[in-house]
């Protein structure tokens, strides 16, 4: 996990108050939603605020590349990235 997943997935954790989670938890590869971490469509809501909050990225609910976008921390990481640097 590098630097800036670490940061993305603390920001998941307080976002959607992921109490008994660490940082260290969550495999950057495994889903976020379902069999994952087990988050639902209103902790996307949460993340999504989160992020805009934080990075000024947004990622609006009707977004075709949502399922791809958060489908990992890896994912989520790397497009939070991309769009922090376009």
């Known amino acids: 996990m590098n ?6 997935a603390a920001l998941i954790i307080e976002a959607v108050n992921l109490e008994d989670v ?3 938890d969550i495999d950057p590869q495994a889903p976020l ?14 993340l999504a605020l989160a992020i805009a909050q ?3 990225v947004q990622i609006k609910s009707d977004d075709q590349n949502n399922q791809q ?3 990992s921390l890896a994912a989520l990481s790397e497009f939070v990235e991309a ?3 376009a």
């Open 3 to 8: 630097e800036f997943q670490r940061e993305m």
């Open 33 to 46: 939603f379902g069999d994952g971490l087990g988050l639902d469509s209103i902790d996307a809501l949460e």
């Open 54 to 56: 934080n990075y000024g």
């Open 69 to 71: 976008i958060f489908s």
């Open 22 to 24: 660490k940082v260290d």
């Open 83 to 85: 769009q922090r640097q």
